[in-house]
């Protein structure tokens, strides 16, 4: 099961930054430099007595990391995370909540599963926010689009009342 999970977290990774479109959300570099230093705090927090915490936090962390700079943040924060959390697993004790179970296995099992619960939870948060955006884009430019063709509507109602009313003299 190890195997799987670990393609359930990569493969929609790699798709998402694949794509052109999903690019990062335009926010300042500090407030991308604050939210992946969350993020990888949180990642060594969970090795600490705040593990508990620290595996909580972790969801509104993606979901704002999602929601503020969009999937592509989301893939390089996971990425982060992971890359902060495997050197720690390897060489600290294993997390304090993981500490009933012995086997390697199993603890293993048990932070992809919880990794990939973060991910999607993150994941779906930016997709939802970008859609939004994308939305909103679309009905600016549909907005605007009807605004000129009122206008020409307006316009060409009131060259004809000139007209009629130049003809009728």
Known sequence: PAKFLGMGLVLPAILLLARSRASLMRTP?????????????????????????????????????????????????MALTCTVMLP???????????????????????SQVYLAMVFATGLIAALMATHQQRLRQILARRSASYMRARDRAQAASVAKTEFL?????
Do not use: K
Request: hydrophobic share 55%.
């Open 29 to 77: 570099p500090w407030e991308q430099l604050c939210a992946y230093l969350l993020m990888a705090g949180l990642a060594a927090a969970v090795f600490t007595p705040f593990s508990a915490v620290a595996l909580f936090v972790a969801f509104p962390a993606i979901t704002l990391v999602g929601l503020r700079m969009g999937p592509r943040a989301v893939i390089l924060a």
């Open 88 to 110: 720690l697993g390897v060489h600290q004790a294993p997390p304090g909540l993981m500490t009933d179970h012995e086997s390697l296995n199993h603890r293993i099992t048990l």
């Open 165 to 169: 009313a130049a003809m009728s003299h």
